[in-house]
């Protein structure tokens, strides 16, 4: 079931959609951007997913691909921090 205040579809490219649970969104003063970590709802996948986003209007944004080493570096300093507060 689809919550809109923690779920966030993503459109994939074979044109299907992937329902995910937002796990937090920060914002990075250093790049200038806000960044979602997501993980997929289909209760088979422990991934994590990271992604920047603009947001268009309220509780609607468009995610961009993260494109930096330094970036990721960052976000996953930042997941483990929450990993380890969990």
């Not at 079931?1 to 649970?21: R, W």
């Not at 993260?66 to 970036?71: A, I, L, N, P, Q």
């Amino acid at each position: 079931m689809y919550n809109e205040e923690t779920d966030l579809i993503i459109n994939l490219e074979d044109g299907t959609e992937m329902l995910c649970e937002i796990l937090f969104t920060f914002e990075s003063a250093e790049y200038d951007k806000s960044y979602v970590l997501y993980t997929p709802k289909d209760g088979e996948s422990e991934m994590v997913y990271a992604s920047s986003y603009q947001e268009i209007e309220s509780g609607i944004g468009e995610l961009e691909e993260v494109k930096t080493d330094g970036e990721w570096d960052m976000i996953e300093e930042i997941l483990a921090t929450f990993q380890d507060d969990e």
